[in-house]
């Protein structure tokens, strides 16, 4: 246990706590669609009137939601891995390998997080909005960049763990 405290201690600790609120957010949002979908369906089966705009809701939501599960994905090593290179490979070949993706994965993370912050710009400046409920779009970019901002605090971290692993002495 003493390098589970260790490990959520300091910045590196309150990241991974912000982080995995961050991702209990996305599921909170992915539960409030299911529910208004739940909600459409009924009242539209039950009294002819579903909820207008309820896939405008359901597309920012699950846009949002997923964005919100990256950094925990990137985290905590869920994201898709190739576990035909790593099944047989040496714990320096699995180290080399994550610190690649690492790589890859903090470049990914500050393109789209440069990327989306030119959208939000874009979309605040030519003001669009969703057809039915008239939901400004930009307003989606904003947990979107969050989620994008944390993505790349979580690669920094994955990057760091695999390049401490590469640098450790071996033991044995």
């Known amino acids: 246990m003493a390098g589970v405290e260790k490990t959520m201690a300091g910045p590196s600790g ?3 706590r912000i982080i995995v609120g961050w991702a209990l957010v996305g599921g909170a949002v992915l539960t409030a669609v299911v529910l208004v979908n739940a909600w459409s369906i ?3 089966a039950l009294i002819n009137q579903p909820l207008p705009g309820d896939f405008e809701l359901t597309e920012m939501g699950t ?3 997923v964005f919100c599960f990256l950094p925990y994905c990137q ?7 190739a576990d035909i290179f790593t099944m047989r490979a040496g714990p320096v070949s699995v180290a080399l390998m994550s610190m690649v993706s690492g790589v890859l994965a903090v470049l990914i993370a500050g393109i789209l997080f440069w990327r989306m912050s030119a959208g939000l710009q874009d979309y605040r400046e030519y003001e669009e909005y ?3 409920l008239r939901v400004p779009l930009w307003w989606a970019f904003v947990p979107a960049l969050i989620s994008l901002a944390l993505l790349l605090v979580a690669s920094l971290m994955t990057l760091r763990d695999a390049v401490a692993t590469l640098t450790r002495p ?3």
């Open 14 to 16: 309150l990241a991974h």
């Open 42 to 44: 009924l009242a539209g």
């Open 63 to 65: 846009a949002i939601a």
């Open 75 to 81: 985290l905590v090593g869920a994201n898709v891995s």
């Open 130 to 132: 969703t057809l039915i």
């Open 170 to 172: 071996s033991r044995g």
